[in-house]
T-cell receptor, first 115, second 114 residues
Framework: DQQVKQNSPSLSVQEGRISILNCDYTNSMFDYFLWYKKYPAEGPTFLISISSIKDKNEDGRFTVFLNKSAKHLSLHIVPSQPGDSAVYFCAASEGRGSTLGRLYFGRGTQLTVWP | DVKVTQSSRYLVKRTGEKVFLECVQDMDHENMFWYRQDPGLGLRLIYFSYDVKMKEKGDIPEGYSVSREKKERFSLILESASTNQTSMYLC?????????????FGDGTRLSIL
């Protein structure tokens, strides 16, 4: 059973507008959340993360929001650019202080930004 | 910057062959991971290792084994390759000393089993 879910397999957004990618999780022990971006024929690249002690984290055009009560996080990209077109994976890990660092991934959302 | 290097970008093998996928990281990371990525299924964890000679099964270990003889190198072995193991294989590493650290990925090996 998937513990991290990305229910939208694809999202299409016009250049300059906001892209919102959503992610839900079921395990209340998760306390660290990440977003990765993946281009075809390349490995995933770490984009941004958030700890469960925060509800928002920003890095340039990228902002991640965490709603712990709803077990939901989202990634906002503003403004969206054609180079942002990629598959975005949401991931989570549990156990603050854990040394194993195992991540649980969603199935990904293909973002397409058109001019 | 962390560098995770996978030995091959593309590999074609035959059914029944024993296949070795190699991964090397240059940051002295204790934790290393092997995933496969398939369309619509995301990244699925095959095996991971938190120290030399230590290994843990992930979610889909059947048909695979791993070897971690040196800290920097983590090998994935397909004991007898089958066509359903055609996939993109991704290696990652991460330091253990901080609880909140991202995994860093290699560029992947696109493996085709004929």
């Amino acid at each position: 059973d998937q513990q991290v879910k990305q229910n939208s397999p694809s999202l299409s957004v016009q250049e300059g507008r906001i892209s919102i990618l959503n992610c839900d999780y079921t395990n209340s022990m998760f306390d660290y959340f990440l977003w990765y971006k993946k281009y075809p024929a390349e490995g995933p690249t770490f984009l941004i993360s958030i700890s469960s002690i925060k509800d928002k984290n920003e890095d340039g055009r990228f902002t991640v929001f965490l709603n712990k009560s709803a077990k939901h996080l989202s990634l906002h990209i503003v403004p969206s650019q054609p180079g942002d077109s990629a598959v975005y994976f949401c991931a989570a890990s549990e156990g603050r202080g854990s040394t194993l660092g195992r991540l649980y991934f969603g199935r990904g959302t293909q973002l397409t930004v058109w001019p | 910057d962390v560098k995770v290097t996978q030995s091959s970008r593309y590999l074609v093998k035959r059914t029944g062959e024993k296949v070795f996928l190699e991964c090397v990281q240059d940051m002295d990371h204790e934790n290393m991971f092997w995933y496969r990525q398939d369309p619509g299924l995301g990244l699925r964890l095959i095996y991971f290792s938190y120290d030399v000679k230590m290994k843990e099964k992930g979610d889909i270990p059947e048909g695979y084994s791993v070897s971690r003889e040196k800290k920097e190198r983590f090998s994935l072995i397909l004991e007898s390759a089958s066509t359903n193991q055609t996939s993109m294989y991704l290696c990652a590493s991460r330091p253990p000393w901080a609880s909140n650290q991202p995994q860093h990925f290699g560029d992947g090996t696109r493996l085709s089993i004929l």
